[in-house]
């Protein structure tokens, strides 16, 4: 419990208590015990570093858990993989063999007809 204090408080008091223990039956006196604030000090780096290890590994877990799982994730990853699944394997279209299909064509691949129909030509 006092491991868990020094992590979560305010580590000054339990530090300075700890620097007064001598030993067993024993009164305390003030500073005889140093070297157990180095122990304070290097377990609170030492913690400190290894919690926050892991509240990032279980924040970062529990949003790949959560991956993918609402409805409009799993609907918009059907339809890629669809779309992966059953694309074109060819680039153009064939050109057309009769003269109305090539008039046809022309004019629907005219420039000045894609401006006329946005209404953005320049002129």
């Given at each position: 419990m006092a491991l868990f204090v020094v992590q979560t408080y305010k580590f000054v008091f339990m530090m300075q208590m700890s620097m007064d223990l001598t030993d067993a039956e024993m009164s305390p006196q003030r500073n005889v015990a140093i070297y157990?604030?180095?122990f304070f000090v290097c377990y609170v780096m030492v913690g400190g570093v290894f919690?926050?290890?892991?509240?990032?590994g279980f924040i970062v877990d529990g949003f790949n858990c959560n991956k993918g799982s609402?409805?409009?994730e799993v609907y918009y990853n059907r339809f890629m993989?669809?779309?992966?699944?059953?694309k074109p394997t060819y680039k153009y279209f064939?050109?057309?063999?009769?003269?109305?299909?090539?008039?046809c064509r022309k004019l629907i691949g005219n420039p000045s007809l894609y401006c006329w129909s946005l209404g953005e030509c320049a002129g």
């Open positions: 157990n604030a180095l919690v926050m290890n892991l509240f990032v609402s409805t409009s993989g669809q779309l992966k699944r059953y064939s050109l057309p063999e009769n003269s109305f299909s090539v008039l």
